[in-house]
């Protein structure tokens, strides 16, 4: 009989909880989130960041692939638009291409989180890390590696995303500080391990024994031209180094085969991120900026992440 009476009880305040809910005309949060690309293993733990978040937060999101393409992804923010979603979550594919999606959401009285990556377009807030910084992390290491001197070559992500952007400048800005760094090739992969791969079995043939060390610009990337220094048996002679510090990576440095990549806090970006989206749905206080710092990662440290 006791546990009857508590059970209805507690059906009782739940209903009370219902009817308050309802009175207030609050309702459940929806965000909209349009991601750079569910192929790429760090945005792939973004969105399982995200997802975790949400969960904690009783609030549903709806996660679009914009697979790489500007275009794709103006025309699923216009389609939450269209779904009257309370906030939107941007991981934009390119600076300029990607800027309407912004305009178009703040034009319809959404607010806009942009995730990881910037737009032209100001949205209504930024989660992510200061991509120069992570440039010049990986080069200040190569630098110390060589002491100053030596061939160095440049893999570049996608052309014009902010990540491409701002990484080149760092690392230029670090190439700067050390006349003789000399850089060898310049030349995007796309993020992607294949291009990466076919890309330094390229410069290999061009530029063979004189290759002293590889910046990629994520760590897809680094370990493509990891695996063809290793089939041109040139990788004891060459530094490699990536960003973002996925599982591959990570046990490539274990293994000793990657000397360096630098991580970057997908957990804590996408989980600030729906915070961020959450509080602006609900009109509350906001960070506008929120930058996360970047961490060098080497073999000593590697069992720390």
Request: net charge neutral.
């Amino acid at each position: 009989m006791k546990r009857t009476i508590v059970l209805l009880l507690v059906g009782v305040l739940c209903g009370c909880g219902r009817q308050e809910a309802a009175h207030s005309g609050t309702k459940p949060i929806t965000i909209g989130v349009s991601l750079l690309n569910l192929s790429n293993e760090f945005i792939v733990m973004l969105n399982e960041s995200m997802a975790a978040k949400a969960k904690d937060l009783g609030v549903e999101l709806i996660v679009n692939d914009a697979q790489g393409s500007a275009e794709r992804q103006v025309q699923q923010v216009e389609s939450f638009i269209a779904q009257h979603v309370d906030a939107i979550i941007l991981n934009p594919c390119d600076v300029e291409a990607s800027s309407p999606a912004v305009d178009k959401a703040l034009a319809a009285g959404i607010p806009l989180v942009n995730m990881n990556s910037e737009t032209k377009a100001a949205p209504s807030a930024f989660v992510g890390s200061r991509d120069e910084e992570a440039a010049r992390l990986a080069l200040e290491y190569i630098a110390k590696c060589l002491n100053g001197h030596g061939n160095v070559l440049l893999m570049n992500g996608v052309m014009g995303q902010a990540a491409q952007i701002k990484r080149e400048a760092g690392a230029r800005a670090v190439l700067g500080k050390f006349p003789e760094l000399k850089v060898l090739a310049e030349q995007t992969a796309e993020w992607d391990r294949a291009k990466a791969m076919s890309l330094m079995e390229n410069w290999i043939q061009s530029h063979g024994a004189t290759i002293n060390a590889v910046f990629a610009q994520n760590d897809e990337m680094a370990m493509g031209a990891l695996l063809a220094l290793e089939r041109a048996k040139l990788k004891d002679k060459v530094l490699v180094v990536g960003v973002d510090a996925i599982a591959d990576a990570l046990q490539a440095l274990r293994d000793g085969r990657l000397d360096a990549t630098v991580f970057q806090d997908a957990r804590l970006q996408g989980a600030t991120a729906v915070e961020t989206a959450v509080k602006l749905s609900r009109q509350q206080p906001a960070e506008k900026q929120v930058y996360i710092p970047f961490r060098l990662v080497t073999k000593d440290s590697a069992k720390n992440y």
